[in-house]
């Protein structure tokens, strides 16, 4: 398993864009997508869906062994809890908070 990104606010801001990438695709659920919109959805929009998935769970199993997380991180972190809350009914929030990492990578593989 590859290490967690190197924390920062850079690194935050990159989490920010990475969260914000993966709102609309888990908003409507991304089989819905896929099946919808088969001729415009490109490989490379998928994958880099998946890069950004990628990136948000090594940076959120980072944040999990951090001591001091900034407030950016904080926000950052809550705004990817709230997504999988809001597109994941069948997860319990407690569920949510012990393995986040797991659920973004699970939410985009649904």
Partial sequence: MTEAPQRGPDMATAALQASLALHIPAQFGFKVIFRASFWFWSVQYALSCFECALLLSRWLRG???AENV???EREVKIMVEQII????PHVSSEEVSQSLPVAILLRWGS
Avoid at 85 to 88: F, I, L, Y
Wanted: no cysteine; hydrophobic share 20%; aromatic share 0%.
């Fill in 70 to 72: 900034s407030p950016n």
């Fill in 85 to 88: 809350r809001a597109h994941s």
């Fill in 63 to 65: 944040l999990e062994r």
